[in-house]
């Protein structure tokens, strides 16, 4: 993933790990983090910008007939994460082989879904990073429509909003609420701070629990300073 955005917020968020993000959130007293999405496909962190897709049962908006997560895939670009709700409890693909081959056109920087994802083993062989709580060989076709591009979608405990920041890894995936992005930002960056002098200190051979009791314990409130 190239560091390189035309967003000088997501340049800094791609500088990133998801841990300390999520002990920023931790100090600001925000939420955000989702640990239950693994990463089935692709072998690096993500960052960008969500745009959001609701799928569901039932009949599908009027207009002509589309297939689910393409609107989104022709609006994205490689600052996109695309951003699946597929909660309706039908046991249906929201994301599969053919999207993950036009998504990756789009250079889209991955895909995070609370709900069943299919063709899994093409998207390992393109490693292209999707993130999701379950796997299925079941269409979509028939069980599950698209209701709505760009609007709040629920994952796991989070709403998500068009925009809203994302960064994903192997420990979990986190939302950061546009409004929130600078603050959190400032505070990932002391902690990776602090924590670098720490491993110095570590390396240079000082007493681990002084470096981690006297420094790490207290870390997140000497942030606040």
Same mark, same amino acid.
Request: a negative charge; glycine letters at 10%.
């Given at each position: 993933m190239?560091? $390189?955005?035309? @967003?000088?917020?997501?340049?800094?968020?791609?500088?990133l790990?998801?841990c300390a993000?999520?002990?920023?959130? @931790?100090?600001?007293?925000?939420?955000?983090?989702? *640990?239950?999405?693994?990463?089935?496909?692709?072998?690096r962190?993500?960052?960008?910008?969500?745009? *959001?897709v609701l799928?569901?049962?039932?009949?599908?908006?009027?207009g002509?007939?589309r297939h689910?997560?393409?609107?989104?895939?022709e609006?994205?670009?490689?600052?996109?994460v695309?951003v699946?709700?597929?909660?309706?409890?039908?046991?249906a693909?929201?994301?599969?082989?053919?999207? *993950?081959?036009g998504?990756?056109?789009?250079?889209?920087a991955g895909?995070v879904?609370?709900?069943p994802v299919?063709d899994?083993?093409?998207?390992?062989?393109y @490693?292209?990073?999707?993130f999701?709580?379950?796997?299925?060989?079941l269409t979509a076709?028939?069980?599950v429509?698209?209701k709505?591009t $760009?609007?709040p979608?629920?994952?796991?405990?989070? *709403?998500?909003?068009a925009?809203?920041?994302v960064i994903?890894?192997?420990?979990?995936?986190?939302?950061?609420?546009?409004? $929130?992005?600078?603050a959190?930002?400032e505070?990932?960056?002391?902690?990776?701070?602090?924590?670098?002098?720490?491993?110095k200190?570590?390396?240079?051979g000082g007493?681990?629990?002084?470096?981690?009791?006297? $420094?790490?314990?207290?870390?997140?409130?000497?942030?606040?300073?």
């Amino acid at each position: 993933m190239s560091a $390189n955005s035309s @967003d000088p917020l997501l340049r800094r968020l791609r500088r990133l790990d998801v841990c300390a993000v999520s002990d920023a959130l @931790d100090r600001l007293k925000l939420g955000g983090q989702v *640990t239950g999405l693994r990463q089935e496909s692709g072998d690096r962190r993500i960052a960008g910008r969500a745009i *959001t897709v609701l799928l569901g049962t039932g009949s599908p908006p009027p207009g002509p007939p589309r297939h689910l997560c393409t609107a989104a895939i022709e609006q994205s670009d490689d600052e996109t994460v695309i951003v699946v709700e597929q909660r309706s409890g039908v046991e249906a693909g929201c994301w599969g082989g053919l999207l *993950t081959l036009g998504a990756m056109q789009r250079n889209v920087a991955g895909v995070v879904a609370d709900g069943p994802v299919r063709d899994i083993d093409e998207a390992r062989g393109y @490693d292209f990073p999707i993130f999701t709580n379950r796997l299925t060989s079941l269409t979509a076709r028939g069980r599950v429509v698209e209701k709505d591009t $760009n609007v709040p979608v629920r994952i796991g405990d989070v *709403t998500v909003n068009a925009r809203d920041y994302v960064i994903a890894d192997r420990s979990a995936v986190i939302f950061i609420a546009v409004e $929130n992005i600078e603050a959190v930002l400032e505070a990932a960056e002391e902690i990776v701070a602090k924590e670098a002098a720490m491993s110095k200190a570590i390396l240079a051979g000082g007493r681990l629990s002084d470096v981690l009791g006297g $420094n790490y314990e207290h870390m997140l409130d000497e942030a606040r300073k």
